[in-house]
C-alpha cells in the first residue's frame, strides 16, 4: 500500500495509485446523531470538513 504522505493534490492521489480513505459518511453520521463531538485534527489540516475553506 502506499501513503500519500506529502501529496497535496487529490489528482496526484488517483494517478498514481496512493491510498485514500473518505470519511464524509462517518462525519455525518456523528453530527446527524445530535450529541456533541470533538473533531481533533493537525494543525491546518481538514478545515474545510466542517466548513467552506478559502480556495
Do not use: A, C, H
Not at 485514500?20 to 463531538?37: A, N, W
Amino acid at each position: 500500500m502506499k501513503y500519500p504522505i506529502g501529496i497535496q493534490t487529490f489528482s496526484q492521489i488517483r494517478e498514481n495509485g496512493y491510498v485514500y480513505v473518505d470519511k464524509t459518511d462517518l462525519i455525518y453520521q456523528s453530527v446527524s446523531r445530535g450529541s456533541i463531538y470533538f473533531f481533533s485534527r493537525p494543525r491546518r489540516f481538514g478545515k474545510s470538513i466542517m466548513k467552506g475553506g478559502k480556495r
